[in-house]
């Protein structure tokens, strides 16, 4: 056996897994079959105790029996995705709040997305975005703007392999047909000088396909609902990429089912690793017959150069 002393934060569950032991309950039995009385496992690790660790071949052993928790079918679903006839309302809160020093500021942006399916061509899946309803604490001039040349896209194409993932964002070819008319009205109805500014910036990424999607893949709700939340599972878990924050910083996830006892709806809960900068938390609910996505709740938080950004999103089906 091997003399491990406790890290703060780690778990019978983290240690198991590192050293290869499937089942965490057969860690604390070793240990308290070996230990002395004062160090007996409870409920909880403590720091700094000494943690008694099995060898390879007592591993090997319990890994036999074959009856470790995440090895239970419901942990490890295979999520559809069926979208055919899917038209639903979604409501999106932003919360964006940003900290330096002893100031703290903290904007709030809410709109609907309506999400319809329109076809599947090939291998893959067409969907129409209206995002309306925008409403923002700043209130500012450029706040409408923004607000405004988002609702005159409408629809936003997007497109997804089988599995839901975003492949491609376009604009539909009336859009792309009508533009001048769109940029007109909108430079009528915002005359300012910083206004056209925006506008001719705004018209270079919408004109240019490829720029186009390459911006729309970060928007905050496409990158988050088309998700690649239905991946394979392999031992109760996932692995999947995901941008968070302006910077569309990289972060890899890990993803687990809540819950064994699920009928209808099917949660699945997010954490960032523990080796990224970002403290991410995310909980997805599904409904498991056609595995669409119903609400979504995420909260992630940056430090970078003496600010820290947290971001609160939550994504609910209105109708």
Not at 98 to 122: A, F, G, H, P, Q
Not at 225 to 236: D, L, P, Q
């Amino acid at each position: 056996m091997i003399v491990h002393f406790i890290l703060s934060g780690e778990t019978l569950e983290s240690i198991s897994e590192e050293i290869n032991l499937e089942n965490p309950k057969y860690l604390k039995e070793f240990h308290n079959t070996h230990c002395a009385k004062e160090d007996f496992i409870y409920d909880e690790l403590i720091p700094r105790k000494k943690l008694l660790i099995p060898d390879l071949n007592k591993i090997k052993e319990y890994n036999s029996k074959n009856d470790a928790p995440f090895k239970n079918p419901k942990l490890n679903p295979v999520l559809p995705f069926k979208p055919e006839n899917f038209s639903k309302i979604f409501s999106v809160k932003n919360i964006q709040t940003e900290e330096r020093d002893n100031d703290k500021k903290t904007n709030i942006l809410t709109y609907t997305v309506s999400v319809k399916w329109i076809e599947k061509e090939n291998n893959f899946h067409i969907f129409h975005l209206f995002k309306n309803n925008f409403s923002d604490q700043q209130g500012s001039m450029m706040a409408d703007l923004a607000s405004e040349c988002i609702r005159s896209l409408n629809p936003i194409v997007v497109k997804t392999n089988e599995k839901g993932e975003v492949i491609y964002v376009s604009l539909s070819q009336e859009t792309i047909d009508n533009f001048e008319k769109i940029k007109a009205k909108l430079t009528d109805l915002f005359p300012d000088k910083y206004a056209a500014i925006y506008i001719n910036e705004f018209s270079f990424a919408v004109l240019n396909k490829d720029l186009f999607n390459e911006r729309m893949q970060k928007d905050v709700f496409i990158k988050t609902y088309f998700a690649s939340v239905r991946n394979s599972f392999f031992n109760g878990k996932f692995y999947l990429a995901q941008s968070i924050g302006e910077e569309n910083m990289k972060i890899e996830i890990q993803q687990k089912v809540d819950s064994e006892n699920y009928t209808d709806e099917i949660i699945l809960n997010q954490n960032s690793q523990p080796q990224t900068d970002s403290n991410f938390k995310g909980k997805y609910i599904l409904d498991t017959e056609k595995g669409l996505v119903n609400n979504i709740e995420i909260s992630h938080s940056i430090s970078q150069f003496g600010v820290t950004t947290n971001s609160v999103i939550e994504i609910k089906e209105l109708s």
